[in-house]
C-alpha cells in the first residue's frame, strides 16, 4: 500500500487512552484522524466529540472496510488485539497497536505473520521507545561509558482504585492483571538494556481476584547480568528504571512517558560519586512513534527491530506469567 499524505486513521475502540492519542492523530502534521469505531453510543460520542468532522462509526467492520482509511489505532482491551489485528491484515491496513501485542506469544507471532505477509506495517504502541531520549540514553550505554553492564532495576506502577470496576486491567478473560499492563514496560527495559534473552527466569504475583495485581520479577542473563523489576496496581505512580555497569549506572525516573515534556532528561553517576543531568530535546510521547510508523510505511526506516522488541517482550511476559504461576 503506497503512502497516503496525510496518513488517514481509524480508531477501533473508544478507548480511555484516546485522551493522549486522539489530540496527536489530529494535531500531527503528515497525520488525520478520520474516525472512529465504538460499539457503546454515550461512550462513543463522549469520545469522538471532542474532534469535529471525525465520522464516529458503530460497526468495527465498517470501518476496517472504510477505503478512506489507511491506518487502524487498536486500543481494545488485550484479549481483543489478536483477533481484530488479524482482522486489519486482512482489511488491507497498517496497525499500530497497543501494548501487549497480544495475550501471548503464539497469537503475536501470527499477527506478525500476517501483516509480514501482505507487506504492511504493525508497531505496538509502547512510545518510549520511539522518544529521542531514549536514543540519547542508548548511545550512551552502546558507548562503554558505564562500562560491563551487570544490573537491570525498573519499576512501574499505579493506584488503580479510581478505575471503573468493568475496566479490562481487573479481568482475567480480558486480559487483565499487572503484568501485561504496566510490567510490559518494565520487562521490554530489561531486554533493551541487555539486547539479549534472559537465561533463567524468577517471579512471583500477588492474585486478586483472578488477576496478578503485582508482580515481582528476577531475570539472569548469558553475561551474568541480572534484571529485576515490580509492577503493581495499587502502588502509587512510578515509572522509573536504573542501568548499571562496573563504571557507572544510568537513572530515569519517568521512561515511559516524561513528567513535562517541556524539560527531559536522565541522570548517570560514576563510581566515584560524580552525577551528571542530561537534558534532551522537549517532545511528548505520542508524537515520535507516530513519525515512525509514518516512515516505515514510506519505506524511510525497518521497523522490525521494533516489531522484534515487542515481540521478545511478549516471549518475556508468557515467561514470567508460568514462572509465577509456579511460585505463587
Given at each position: 500500500m503506497?503512502?497516503h499524505s496525510p496518513?488517514r486513521?481509524g ?5 480511555r487512552?484516546?485522551?493522549?492519542m486522539?489530540?496527536?492523530?489530529a494535531t500531527t502534521?503528515?497525520?488525520q484522524?478520520?474516525a472512529?469505531?465504538g460499539r ?5 460520542q463522549?469520545?469522538?466529540g471532542?474532534?469535529?468532522g471525525?465520522?464516529?462509526?458503530a460497526d468495527?467492520d ?9 491506518a487502524?489505532y487498536?486500543?481494545?482491551p ?8 488479524l482482522?486489519v ?7 499500530l497497536?497497543?501494548k501487549p501485542v497480544?495475550t501471548?506469544?503464539?497469537d503475536?507471532?501470527e ?12 508497531l505496538?504502541n509502547t512510545?518510549?521507545?520511539h522518544?529521542?531520549?531514549t536514543t540519547?540514553m ?6 562503554g561509558q558505564?562500562?560491563a553492564?551487570?544490573r ?5 506502577s499505579?493506584?488503580?482504585k479510581d478505575?471503573?470496576?468493568e475496566?479490562?486491567?481487573?479481568h ?5 492483571g499487572?503484568l501485561?499492563?504496566?510490567g510490559?514496560?518494565?520487562a ?7 539486547k539479549s534473552?534472559?537465561?533463567?527466569v524468577?517471579?512471583?504475583?500477588n492474585m486478586v481476584?483472578?488477576?496478578?495485581r503485582?508482580?515481582?520479577a528476577?531475570?539472569?542473563f ?9 509492577a503493581?496496581?495499587h502502588?502509587?505512580m512510578r515509572?522509573w528504571f ?8 544510568l537513572?530515569?525516573?519517568d521512561f515511559?512517558?516524561p513528567f513535562?515534556?517541556e ?11 560524580k ?6 530535546s522537549?517532545?511528548t ?6 513519525e ?11 521497523p522490525?527491530p521494533?516489531q522484534?522488541q ?9 515467561t514470567i ?5 509456579k511460585?505463587?
Open positions: 503506497p503512502l496518513l486513521w480508531v477501533l475502540g473508544a478507548a487512552i484516546l485522551h493522549r486522539g489530540p496527536a492523530f502534521p503528515g497525520h484522524l478520520v472512529i469505531a457503546r453510543p454515550a461512550k462513543l463522549e469520545v469522538g471532542k474532534y469535529p471525525v465520522r464516529l462509526i468495527y465498517a470501518l476496517l472496510a472504510d477505503p478512506e482509511i489507511d487502524i487498536l486500543p481494545l488485550p484479549s481483543l488485539h489478536a483477533e481484530w489485528g482482522k491484515a486482512q482489511a488491507g491496513k497498517h496497525l497497536i497497543e497480544a501471548s506469544l503464539a503475536a507471532e499477527l506478525d505473520q500476517a501483516f509480514t505477509q501482505r507487506g504492511l506495517v504493525w505496538d512510545m518510549w521507545l522518544h529521542p531520549r540519547d542508548q548511545q550512551i550505554i552502546a558507548s558505564l562500562g553492564l551487570a537491570v532495576t525498573a519499576a512501574m499505579f493506584n488503580a478505575l471503573p470496576p475496566d479490562h486491567r481487573f482475567a478473560h480480558l486480559g487483565g499487572a501485561l499492563d504496566v510490559w514496560y518494565c521490554g527495559v530489561c531486554l533493551w538494556a541487555f534473552f534472559p537465561v533463567e524468577w517471579s512471583q504475583a481476584y483472578g488477576v496478578d503485582d508482580v515481582s528476577w531475570c539472569r548469558a553475561n551474568g547480568g541480572i534484571a529485576s523489576f515490580d503493581s496496581h502502588i502509587s515509572r536504573e542501568v548499571s555497569g562496573s563504571e557507572a549506572s537513572v530515569c525516573d515511559t512517558r513535562n515534556p524539560k527531559v532528561r536522565f541522570w548517570t553517576h560514576s563510581t566515584g560519586g552525577m551528571a543531568e542530561h537534558k534532551c522537549p517532545d510521547s505520542e508524537i515520535p512513534v507516530l515512525t510508523f509514518r516512515c516505515a510505511i514510506a519505506g524511510e526506516l525497518n522490525r521494533f522484534q515487542a515481540l521478545d517482550t511478549q516471549r518475556l511476559v508468557d506469567r508460568a514462572a509465577f504461576s511460585n505463587s
